[in-house]
């Protein structure tokens, strides 16, 4: 098994590891709505079926998905992204959350060789329940108040601070983090020069 998080590329190309801390927060960096509709990337079915590889999801779920899944995918995306951001969550967004936070989730299962293993053939509401159902945990469980907009002017990514001081500022340390040391050792030496 890789690290936690999910590889991601800089506007410049440069791939980094972030690690949101939660398996619904990963699928914020899919894309979302209004501004960051450009970002979008669950177009067809294998988009959500890449995205659940790429996920903190152990072992990858062989999914059927269609094409309603996806567009259920990225309703209740955007829904998640609007309720993290505001500060009193709007009603209708929390309803998409619930709605499908009620739906059957996925099942984890003692496969033949004694691995973990996913019930049946999944689909892509199952898939959907169980981000949902994490989501949930996520906003009403102890760490609620520490789900973050990274810290950098110019980044979105949210995560969830489970340091133990909850210091975290960054979305990577080894990219919006040294992007702001290489920043902050210019201005010292501006200051200083
Ligand atoms: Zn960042």
Request: aromatic fraction near 6%.
């Amino acid at each position: 098994m890789t690290s936690a998080g999910m590889v991601l590329r800089s506007h410049t190309g440069v791939e980094y590891r972030f690690d949101p801390g939660a398996l619904c927060l990963e699928l914020l960096v899919t894309g979302g709505p209004g501004p960051y509709r450009r970002y979008e990337v669950l177009h067809a079915p294998d988009d959500l079926v890449a995205w659940a590889e790429r996920s903190r999801l152990t072992p990858t779920p062989r999914l059927r998905v269609t094409a309603e899944h996806v567009a259920a995918a990225r309703r209740f995306r955007d829904a998640l992204l609007r309720v993290v951001h505001a500060p009193t969550p709007d009603g209708a967004d929390l309803e998409v959350v619930n709605a499908a936070a009620r739906r059957p989730a996925l099942a984890p299962v003692i496969g033949p060789g004694g691995a973990k293993a996913w019930a049946g053939e999944p689909d892509g509401e199952q898939l959907l329940a169980t981000v949902a159902r994490d989501a949930v945990e996520l906003l009403t469980g102890a760490f609620a108040h520490r789900v973050r907009t990274c810290s950098a002017a110019d980044c979105r990514l949210v995560y969830v601070d489970t340091s133990r001081p909850g210091s975290r500022r960054w979305c990577s340390m080894e990219h919006c983090g040294n992007r702001h040391k290489v920043r902050a050792a210019r201005a010292r030496r501006t200051e200083g020069g």
